[in-house]
């Protein structure tokens, strides 16, 4: 199993852009699949972004594609997410997963952390 940290949240204006790392200890981390997902204001949560093993292939909602991105340090047991042109919908808390299968870790299993909150203000 895996431990998973998130960081880097914050406030930010429509239009900015922030960093959020997700930071894993335990097994080994290249093993592992990993997803960040939100969960908005009153909402489920949803998927976001994928990444393979080795950052082979990345995946998107449809909702960030072209504005976000995803990816991965395996040297330093860190995957990424680069949010820019930030819109006001996109305030959630973000959470970081991993997962062995990629297949397993877009539907939300594996292990989580506790997320990180993005307010994105207009």
């Known amino acids: 199993q895996v431990q998973l940290v998130e960081s880097g949240g914050g406030v930010v204006q429509a239009g900015g852009s922030l960093r959020l790392s997700c930071a894993a200890s335990g097994r080994a981390f290249s093993d592992y699949a990993l997803a960040w997902f939100r969960r908005p204001p009153g909402k489920e949560r949803e998927f976001v972004a994928a990444i393979t093993e080795n950052s082979s292939d990345t995946y998107y909602a449809d909702s960030v594609k072209g504005r976000f991105t995803i990816s991965r340090d395996n040297a330093k047991n860190t995957v990424y997410l680069q949010l820019d042109i930030l819109k006001p919908e996109d305030t959630a808390v973000y959470l970081c997963?991993?997962?062995?299968?990629?297949?397993?870790?877009?539907?939300?299993?594996?292990?989580w952390g506790q997320g990180t909150q993005v307010t994105v203000s207009s």
């Open positions: 997963a991993a997962d062995t299968e990629l297949s397993t870790v877009v539907v939300g299993r594996g292990s």
